[in-house]
């Protein structure tokens, strides 16, 4: 195995792991951290503007997503784009709502380029 195959195997096992560590997925500990106390925080922000990318499929550009995370929001970004990518992303319409509820100036953000690329598309 390629050097850089294993690596990113070894990173993923890794990522896993430290999700596992928590109950429940890892859309339900992005929604916590998003939406609980930590939410204030630049990496909740971060985390709820990636709760909405992923859920929504709000036009936020992704390095709005993984600003100022720690080892473990790093790991949960990652498995989040995995299973985003393998169609099995377990974020729902109503843990959206609450992310939008809980940070108002994200979703308008969210809605500005969304309406902004609805209108590029023409």
Known sequence: MHPRVRAGAIRHALDLQTVGQKSGTVA??????????????????????????????????????????????????????????????????????RVRARHPEIAREADAGSNAYRAAKG
Do not use: K, N
């Open 28 to 97: 339900d500990q992005i929604l916590a951290f998003a939406t609980g106390g930590t939410a204030g925080c630049s990496s909740g922000r971060a985390m709820a503007r990636l709760y909405l990318v992923l859920t929504h499929h709000a036009a936020i550009p992704l390095g709005d997503t993984d600003i100022a995370l720690d080892g473990t929001r790093q790991a949960w970004w990652r498995v989040a784009m995995d299973e985003y990518g393998r169609g099995v992303w377990g974020g729902t319409s109503d843990g959206a709502d």
